[in-house]
């Protein structure tokens, strides 16, 4: 708690010496005194304090990315897009290097088929080349960390992006995804009853690790769901937005976008990522604009993926305000938290959906995700009855988006009484194009609940929070494709996720399925047992790795799924379907 007040202190302390943005005329103006829209033009206000500086996290590489990742079949192509920043580049380089949660060593180079040079539809610059590489036979199925090395201008450029490749030995027509939402790192919401605001409760609190000086004790509820969801091994993970809290100071994105960057790369599985509308508000009273951070930490604010021929993906952000609708004051008010699309990305994603379906094999399964459900419309769900409802959307519909800042407190005042879904543009255009291209999956969070609707045969389905607000608990969605339909996606009759603390009971700390090893798993032993324990309600089937001295094993229990020596170690993956209340125990053994 000490900590929280220092930062609290820290940050009303710069909010006083920092520039304040101007407002007149119904009109947001940056320091520069011109209106700022999109992602905005206003210098990001770490690049003038002193001492404060971040640590961009894309550079060169700006595809794949830890964000968005790439999933490649061995003897696959993989194109690389490198930004050189305006120098002409040459001498190509590119490896993939061991993920910092591994104990293996080896390094793969990936031979260069070719380099042209290219464009992006994110990324602004002139120099952005394609560089198409194979991927080696000899490349062990895992997740890695890409690495690039190139010539420019007569000076050599490394760039590296943890966590962006995952080399598979074959697509699954078969397989399974996860889905996370609303992480929320570095919210005050964590520290009590969400019932009671204003308490503190030590249990849930220490769950939170708040800004805990030892880093295996901070956000705590993210690193148990990370575990599960590594132990559940799926082939890729999908999070959609608020990751971050950015309503508290106005340092708040310095350290928040940090941690989060951070505690995510414990995932071993691909992770796709999108943003929320907390982790894109533009902070004027102090230049910080949520949008610039993402893109210098995860990249694009919307992309396309494919899973083999099998299924088709498209990640949009549902926060995509003009930075005068995303403007706070560097406090808790914020006048806009609900989810909009414009034209630009809303064409962006009918061209993605239309070229998709000149490819596409039969029975490809389609999945659109974002923060927003635009199922939930504002305009719907408002009670017209009430006399400030019907103003507010006759204010609106005379100017749309950008609003006047009127509009903006008016919607900020029923937004509290009545919250913000879906509160802008688009909803029913991006759904009519989902109904048209035969989409078969809308994820979403922003609520902090579990719902599940269909419509026009499209399953609708909202996950409850990972951030300890959420209802009925904590928890994350497990999905099932079997010959291109979702089989399974829920946990119970009522359509819940995964609980991450047994039974859904925070206080505890008790995680609903865990693994303890008998000895460190660091690849310093001849011999090792693991438990896996279920405390669910269903059963479980979970992937187990093992880091082992080189060898040949026997294995107890469970289906060895990977096994090859690397060095001096060994690594195996074992895969063991464990009962509903109940554990089991792989020993290994030489």
Do not use: C
């Amino acid at each position: 708690m000490k900590n929280i007040l220092k930062k609290l202190i820290i940050g009303s302390m710069l909010i006083s010496i920092l520039p304040v943005a101007s407002v007149a005329n119904g009109s947001l103006l940056n320091a520069a005194g011109t209106q700022d829209g999109g992602i905005g033009n206003s210098s990001n206000y770490l690049e003038s304090v002193p001492n404060i500086a971040i640590d961009p996290k894309v550079n060169e590489i700006i595809y794949p990315l830890f964000a968005t990742p790439a999933i490649k079949q061995k003897g696959q192509n993989l194109t690389v897009k490198i930004d050189s920043k305006g120098a002409v580049a040459g001498s190509w380089n590119v490896k993939l290097k061991q993920t910092n949660h591994s104990e293996l060593t080896t390094e793969y180079t990936l031979p260069v088929q070719k380099a042209v040079e290219s464009d992006s539809y994110w990324k602004k610059s002139d120099t952005i080349y394609d560089v198409t590489v194979k991927i080696p036979d000899s490349v062990p199925e895992k997740l890695y960390d890409l690495e690039i090395s190139f010539t420019g201008n007569g000076k050599r450029v490394t760039d590296e992006q943890p966590h962006s490749v995952k080399v598979v030995d074959q697509y699954k027509k078969d397989f399974t995804f996860l889905h996370l939402t609303d992480t929320h790192v570095g919210s005050p919401r964590n520290l009590g009853d969400p019932d009671d605001p204003a308490g503190v409760d030590p249990a849930i609190a220490k769950e939170a690790g708040m800004w805990d000086p030892d880093e295996g004790k901070r956000w705590l509820y993210l690193q148990k769901a990370i575990k599960e969801v590594n132990l559940s091994n799926p082939d890729f993970v999908v999070v959609t937005g608020d990751m971050m809290y950015g309503q508290m100071n106005p340092q708040e994105y310095i350290y928040e976008y940090e941690e989060t960057y951070r505690v995510l790369q414990k995932l071993n599985v691909p992770v796709y990522i999108v943003p929320g509308n907390h982790d894109y508000y533009a902070q004027d009273a102090t230049l910080a604009d949520g949008a610039k951070y993402w893109e210098q930490y995860f990249g694009p604010q919307y992309f396309s993926f494919d899973y083999g021929s099998y299924a088709h993906y498209i990640g949009y952000n549902s926060f995509d305000w003009h930075k005068f609708d995303r403007s706070g004051n560097g406090t808790v008010s914020v006048p806009t938290w609900g989810g909009q699309i414009r034209e630009e990305q809303l064409n962006w994603i009918k061209e993605d959906l239309a070229a998709n379906a000149k490819t596409a094999h039969p029975g490809q399964f389609k999945g659109l995700f974002s923060h927003h459900n635009p199922l939930w419309r504002d305009r719907e769900i408002w009670p017209q009855s009430d006399p400030e409802v019907q103003k507010y959307w006759e204010q609106y519909d005379a100017k749309h988006n950008p609003r006047s800042l009127t509009t903006l407190l008016l919607g900020e005042k029923l937004g509290i009484k009545y919250d913000q879904q879906w509160h802008g543009e688009n909803a029913q255009e991006l759904t009519d194009v989902m109904k048209q291209y035969n989409v078969d999956l809308s994820l979403h969070g922003h609520t902090h609940i579990d719902d599940v609707t269909e419509k026009d045969g499209i399953l609708y389905t909202t996950t409850t929070a990972i951030e300890l607000t959420g209802k009925p608990w904590v928890g994350f969605r497990n999905f099932k494709v079997k010959n291109g339909e979702v089989t399974s996606y829920k946990y119970d009759d009522q359509g819940h996720s995964i609980p991450v603390y047994q039974n859904g009971d925070t206080k505890s700390g008790v995680m609903s399925f865990d693994t303890s090893y008998n000895v460190p798993n660091d690849g310093q032993a001849s011999s090792q047992e693991a438990t896996v324990t279920n405390r669910l309600e269903k059963s479980i089937t979970v992937t187990v790795p093992f880091y082992m001295t080189a060898g040949n094993y026997q294995v107890s229990a469970g289906t060895v799924k990977q096994n090859y020596s690397d060095g001096e170690k060994q690594y195996l993956e074992v895969e063991l379907t464990v009962s509903a209340n109940s554990e089991e125990t792989i020993k290994i053994v030489r």
